[in-house]
């Protein structure tokens, strides 16, 4: 196994690139870089789906549409090498987290997707993923890209991993909004654990910390990330970890919650090695380790 990395995550957050691949090398992991200004890999490069790799498509944003940040286009070259199956459905592979027996994606593809029927969209994707079963996942308030991977992990084949969305309570007082806000997250997260009971999961819950997010305006924002696409803050995401072998690259944003992920995921994957990595800059993009990185 090999994994990949953007050009872009090394232009703009070496520390990031850096922690991840000296810790891959010293597990004997060959890593390497891709020539793409798009941080995103996990997202547009193509699907594992039972031994075989499927293109999907990569949607733009309206934005990216309209021109205003035509370097985070994904040329065609970036993936050709691989030799996967291209399709025509769209669907961002961070919203495909799964394992030997089952495939969560968000129900946002059928929003991707609306020349297709649902019926027909869904027969497609069982195929592809045939023997694994699909489980479609309601989409978190709010989210604009619908995508799996900050949402839930597997520690096992019979137990998930999901936020702990009573950290709601956390959130700053917001007149006349916050405690519909808190409603809202709460009823998320009872939808959210419903189709997982349903499916026979054990749900365990890990710190969630985006009621912390730093505030900031689209100007400052612009300011400090002028190379970003949407403003689309995944801060306290610590979900978004990602899992090679027996390490955790686990999301850090110099919060008191940084030190109760690493004791949850000590706890939960004992003898695992746990490393963390300053995600607070690359969070406030939309995405976290996860999201930048893709093996094959």
Known sequence: MKVYMSRALWEHFPHIFNT??????????KCETLPCENLWIRDYMPVHTDGKLI?????????????????????????????????????????????DEHVFITEM?????????????????????FPKKIIYLPVEPGDDLGHADGLIKFKNEKTVIINDYSKT??????????????????????KLEKVLASNGFMVLKMPWAYAQCPKLSEAAF?????FADEKNEGYGYYINYYQVDDTIFCPQFGIKDDMSTRIFLSHYFPGYDIVGVDCADLSMLGGLINCVTWEN
């Not at 929003?111 to 497609?124: C, G, I, T, V």
């Not at 612009?222 to 002028?226: F, H, L, M, Q």
């Open 109 to 129: 593809v059928f929003k991707r997707n609306p020349m297709y029927s649902q019926p027909d969209l869904k027969q497609f994707l069982k195929d592809i993923f």
């Open 20 to 29: 991840i691949e000296s810790k891959l090398l010293e597990k004997g992991i």
């Open 55 to 99: 293109k999907f498509q990569y949607k733009m944003t309206s934005a990216m549409e309209r021109g205003k940040f035509s370097q985070l286009h994904v040329p065609t070259d970036i993936w050709a090498p691989f030799n996967a199956k291209v399709v025509d459905y769209a669907l961002d592979g961070g919203n495909v987290v799964q394992n």
């Open 222 to 226: 612009r300011e400090k990330y002028p």
């Open 169 to 190: 309570k956390t959130m700053p007082k917001m007149p006349k909004v916050s405690k519909a806000l808190k409603k809202c997250w709460k009823e998320y997260s009872g």
